[in-house]
C-alpha cells in the first residue's frame, strides 16, 4: 500500500497553457537532476459501485484504469485527514484486460461493511473519466514532486463534468515544499485550493448534492473550527463554479468571515483584503462574474497560506 498526499488545484481551462508554460519554464531553466517534462498520457478511468452505493458509503473507490494499452485495478480509500489536501490509501495492481479482479483485494484491510464481499457480484460502471494528463517532475526545497495538469470529463448516466486541474503529488520530503511550490505557481496563473476529487465528481452527478465537511463535535478547539470553516469556503468556491450559480458567493463570504475569526491577525488580514476585493468584483455584470472571479491570482494565494498555515498548526 502507498499512501498518496496531494494538493489539487482548480483551474480554469483559459489558464491551463499559461500553467504549462510555468512548469515547462522551471523544468527548461533548472539544472537539478530528475527535473523534467514526462510524456503526455491520454487516461480512461471506469468506477465501480453498487446500486446502493456500498463502497462510496464505506468511504472507499474501486477502479481500472487504461493508459497505453495497459490496465491498472486500484483502489482508494478516504485515509488520514489533511487541511485542505487529499490524503488516502492506495493499492494498485496490473491487469491482463479490462476486467476486475476481485481477489487482490484480500491485500486491502476493507472496511467492515465490505468483508463478507457480497457486493462484488453487485458490481456496475457508475460513472468514468476520459482526461489527457500531462506530467513534469518537479523538484523544489528539497521537496521531490510529480506535478500533473488534467484537463477532461466525468462522465455517467446522470450527466457530465469538467476536469480541469493540477495535482501536485508529494514523492519525497515535506510538504511545506508542496505549499511553497504552489504559491510559486499562484503567483503565475489564477488557481484555486480544491478538495473534490473525481471520484466525488463522478458521485455528485448522480445525487445531485454537494458534499461539505463534518463539523467538528469540539467547538471550542479554534484550530479544528478554523480547518472546517476553511473547507467550507473550498467547497463553495467549486460548486459556485460546478453549479455556475453567483449566489453561493454569500455562503462563501460567510465561511470566509467565520475562518477569519479563528485565524491570528495576519492571516486574518489576507482575508479582509481579500473580501474587500471581492466586494468589489460583485459590482461587475452578473453574466461576468464568474469569469472575472476565475482570474484572480489572490484567491489562491489566500487559499494556499490560510491553507499552509492551518496545516502548521494541525500537524
Same mark, same amino acid.
Given at each position: 500500500?502507498?499512501?498518496?498526499?496531494?494538493?489539487?488545484?482548480?483551474?480554469?481551462?483559459?489558464?491551463?497553457?499559461?500553467?504549462?508554460?510555468?512548469?515547462?519554464? $522551471?523544468?527548461?531553466?533548472?539544472?537539478?537532476?530528475?527535473?523534467?517534462?514526462?510524456?503526455?498520457?491520454?487516461?480512461?478511468?471506469?468506477?465501480?459501485?453498487?446500486?446502493?452505493?456500498?463502497?462510496?458509503?464505506?468511504?472507499?473507490?474501486?477502479? $481500472?484504469?487504461?493508459?497505453?494499452?495497459?490496465?491498472?485495478?486500484?483502489?482508494?480509500?478516504?485515509?488520514?485527514?489533511?487541511?485542505?489536501?487529499?490524503?488516502?490509501?492506495?493499492?494498485?495492481?496490473?491487469?491482463?484486460?479490462?476486467?476486475?479482479?476481485?481477489?487482490?483485494?484480500?491485500?486491502?484491510?476493507?472496511?467492515?461493511?465490505?468483508?463478507?464481499?457480497?457486493?462484488?457480484?453487485?458490481?456496475?460502471?457508475?460513472?468514468?473519466?476520459?482526461?489527457?494528463?500531462?506530467?513534469?517532475? $518537479?523538484?523544489?526545497?528539497?521537496?521531490?514532486?510529480?506535478?500533473?495538469?488534467?484537463?477532461?470529463?466525468?462522465?455517467?448516466?446522470?450527466?457530465?463534468?469538467?476536469?480541469?486541474?493540477?495535482?501536485?503529488?508529494?514523492?519525497?520530503?515535506?510538504?511545506?515544499?508542496?505549499?511553497?511550490?504552489?504559491?510559486?505557481?499562484?503567483?503565475?496563473?489564477?488557481?484555486?485550493?480544491?478538495?473534490?476529487?473525481?471520484?466525488?465528481?463522478?458521485?455528485?452527478?448522480?445525487?445531485?448534492?454537494?458534499?461539505?465537511?463534518?463539523?467538528?463535535?469540539?467547538?471550542?478547539?479554534?484550530?479544528?473550527?478554523?480547518?472546517?470553516?476553511?473547507?467550507?469556503?473550498?467547497?463553495?468556491?467549486?460548486?459556485?463554479?460546478?453549479?455556475?450559480?453567483?449566489?453561493?458567493?454569500?455562503?462563501?463570504?460567510?465561511?470566509?468571515?467565520?475562518?477569519?475569526?479563528?485565524?491570528?491577525?495576519?492571516?486574518?488580514?489576507?482575508?479582509?483584503?481579500?473580501?474587500?476585493?471581492?466586494?468589489?468584483?460583485?459590482?461587475?455584470?452578473?453574466?461576468?462574474?464568474?469569469?472575472?472571479?476565475?482570474?484572480?491570482?489572490?484567491?489562491?494565494?489566500?487559499?494556499?497560506?490560510?491553507?499552509?498555515?492551518?496545516?502548521?498548526?494541525?500537524?
Amino acid at each position: 500500500m502507498a499512501t498518496e498526499l496531494e494538493l489539487k488545484l482548480m483551474v480554469q481551462s483559459e489558464y491551463l497553457k499559461s500553467a504549462s508554460d510555468f512548469l515547462d519554464g $522551471i523544468c527548461r531553466l533548472s539544472d537539478t537532476d530528475g527535473q523534467s517534462r514526462q510524456p503526455t498520457l491520454t487516461l480512461m478511468n471506469a468506477y465501480f459501485d453498487t446500486e446502493e452505493a456500498s463502497l462510496m458509503q464505506a468511504g472507499m473507490a474501486l477502479r $481500472i484504469r487504461a493508459v497505453n494499452d495497459q490496465f491498472i485495478q486500484t483502489v482508494k480509500t478516504r485515509g488520514s485527514s489533511r487541511v485542505g489536501m487529499h490524503a488516502r490509501g492506495e493499492w494498485e495492481w496490473f491487469l491482463p484486460n479490462d476486467q476486475l479482479d476481485l481477489s487482490l483485494l484480500k491485500e486491502v484491510p476493507l472496511p467492515e461493511s465490505l468483508q463478507n464481499m457480497s457486493w462484488g457480484s453487485k458490481l456496475i460502471e457508475v460513472y468514468r473519466t476520459d482526461f489527457e494528463r500531462q506530467v513534469w517532475n $518537479i523538484v523544489a526545497s528539497e521537496t521531490k514532486m510529480e506535478v500533473v495538469c488534467d484537463q477532461g470529463l466525468v462522465t455517467s448516466p446522470y450527466g457530465e463534468d469538467s476536469i480541469c486541474e493540477l495535482e501536485l503529488e508529494l514523492k519525497d520530503g515535506s510538504e511545506v515544499g508542496l505549499y511553497d511550490f504552489a504559491l510559486q505557481l499562484a503567483e503565475h496563473v489564477p488557481v484555486q485550493v480544491s478538495i473534490v476529487s473525481k471520484a466525488q465528481k463522478g458521485v455528485r452527478l448522480k445525487y445531485g448534492q454537494i458534499e461539505f465537511p463534518k463539523k467538528p463535535l469540539n467547538t471550542t478547539n479554534e484550530i479544528e473550527l478554523a480547518a472546517y470553516w476553511f473547507e467550507m469556503w473550498l467547497v463553495y468556491w467549486e460548486a459556485m463554479y460546478f453549479m455556475k450559480d453567483e449566489a453561493l458567493m454569500q455562503p462563501l463570504r460567510h465561511s470566509m468571515s467565520q475562518l477569519k475569526v479563528c485565524l491570528p491577525r495576519e492571516m486574518a488580514h489576507i482575508l479582509d483584503s481579500l473580501d474587500n476585493e471581492l466586494e468589489q468584483r460583485l459590482l461587475e455584470e452578473e453574466s461576468l462574474l464568474l469569469g472575472s472571479l476565475a482570474g484572480m491570482k489572490s484567491v489562491g494565494l489566500a487559499m494556499l497560506r490560510v491553507g499552509q498555515w492551518l496545516n502548521r498548526q494541525a500537524f
